[in-house]
């Protein structure tokens, strides 16, 4: 479990507007909004089930900042963007790996932003050859197409449309080789290098 708090005291930000006497033209320049505050909150939950591993991840961000709005009216940040991501590794024989990975986000908003609901979904199929020295891995991304990012702000009277078109939906392949295996690379962590330096030896429990 995670928790973070951050504070900004009067922060330099983009603001739009109409230009007085002509509505035509809009105005864009940096100001100093009002302070904003932002809370983060992330769970994690992970076990290992004999060769099935879930992970269950929640995100909460909440954002609490005031903007000018239409007609000299205050706008707020609404309800919080919340997104839950589900992990599952597989542990096959003959050292293939399968895993997966869901992430929805129910939206909200988020510094002035008011993001729409979207989700993805990948699927990863790795093996392993000599020892763990090389790794095969052929990945899926984005199944359905579903992780395209939708949002909407608004300041004064203006108001503006957000949406990215990305190439999320795709298919790769990745060799990796491995110059040490991870068991080399752990066993040289820094208490044990502090304590061959100082000479003290590691008494067995």
């Known amino acids: 479990l995670n928790i973070s708090y951050e504070y900004l005291h009067h922060p ?3 603001r739009y507007f109409n230009l ?13 909004f009002s302070d904003r505050q932002s809370l983060t909150c992330l769970l994690n939950l992970r076990h290992t089930i004999k060769c099935w591993t879930p992970s269950v991840t929640f995100l909460m961000m909440k954002s609490y900042a005031d903007y000018p709005g239409p007609n000299g009216t205050t706008l707020k940040d609404g309800r919080p963007v919340v997104t839950a991501i589900i992990d ?30 979207f989700s993805t979904l990948d699927f990863s199929i790795q093996k392993s050859f000599a020892k763990d020295r090389w790794r095969l891995s052929l990945n899926a991304y984005d199944i359905f197409k579903k992780g395209d990012y ?3 702000w608004q300041h004064d009277n203006i108001q503006i449309n957000h949406h990215t078109l ?6 790769g392949i990745t060799l990796t080789y491995r110059f040490r295996k991870n068991k080399e ?5 820094a208490a044990e290098k502090e304590m061959s330096r100082l000479k003290i030896e590691e008494k067995d429990e």
């Open 12 to 14: 330099l930000m983009q």
């Open 20 to 32: 007085p006497g002509n509505s035509a033209v809009i105005v864009n320049r940096t100001e100093n």
């Open 88 to 117: 599952n590794a597989f542990s096959l024989p003959h050292n293939w790996l399968l895993s997966s990975r869901f992430e929805y986000c129910w939206g909200g908003y988020l510094q002035m932003i008011k993001i729409d609901p």
């Open 150 to 152: 939708n949002g909407f």
């Open 166 to 171: 990305r190439d999320s939906r795709k298919i």
């Open 185 to 189: 690379i752990n066993k040289q962590n």
